[in-house]
Each structure stands twice: as C-alpha cells, then as structure tokens.
C-alpha cells in the first residue's frame, strides 16, 4: 500500500509512467465536439487505482469555477487538499460523471483528502439512489 501510495504521488522508479490514481486532481486536454480544437479542464478521479491500472480509461467528474448554486456540487478549496494547489475555488460537478482516456492527461495539479472523497462519494450515491 506504502509503494501504491507513493506512485500516486508521483514518486516512480525511473521509466514507469506516472499513476492515475483516485483522488487526483487532474488537467484534461477536452476535445470540441468538431475534433478540431481542444480545451483544457481540471477534472477529480473517482474511479480505484486498480480499475486505473488496469484500464487506458478513468471515470472522473469535472470541477468549475463557477460557484454558484447547483445541485449535487461539493466546494473544494486549497484547506480539502493533501497535496498540490487549486488556483480559484472550485466546485466539484458530481452528477457530470464521465469516462476519459488517461493519454489525454496533461499534469496532476492536486489531491483531495480522503474526507472530500468520501462527501462525493455519498453524494454520488444520493443521486443514484432510487426514489
């Protein structure tokens, strides 16, 4: 687990590529619906470091700077992170859960703590919850 740990953190052995792992805060080049241009957008991993792995995808939810009120949205500031730094605020977007390559991963920017995962887990699960 200590060595998982580290990988996730960047700390690899010269050669191996760097992890995806659960809880990272990530820049993903997103491609325009026309496949001509692109723009770049933080997103948050949900998906296990053994799907991560095991897979050339990861599910993620995008994160906004836009703070105003919506639904199943959670805050994260620089104080829910264990490592690296947000610019602006952000809200995670929990009910826009999609599926990315990891090729289309330009850095690691951040890791949110275990807590904020857990919140956005929970809330996650509320959404999907039958009614």
Avoid: W
Avoid at 13 to 25: H, N, T, V
């Amino acid at each position: 687990m200590v060595e998982q740990e580290r990988r996730c953190l960047g700390q690899l052995p010269q050669g191996e590529r760097k992890l995806i792992c659960q809880r990272d805060i990530v820049l993903i080049t997103f491609p325009f619906s026309d496949l001509a241009s692109a723009k770049v957008r933080p997103a948050l991993v949900l998906s296990n470091d053994r799907y991560n792995r095991s897979s050339e995808d990861f599910v993620a939810v995008p994160l906004t700077s836009n703070l105003r009120f919506r639904d199943y949205a959670l805050l994260i500031t620089n104080r829910d992170l264990d490592s690296g730094k947000l610019i602006v605020d952000s809200k995670v977007k929990v009910d826009r859960v999609f599926s990315v390559s990891q090729q289309l991963v330009r850095m690691k920017i951040g890791r949110i703590q275990s807590e904020v995962h857990d919140k956005i887990t929970s809330m996650l699960l509320e959404l999907l919850k039958r009614s």
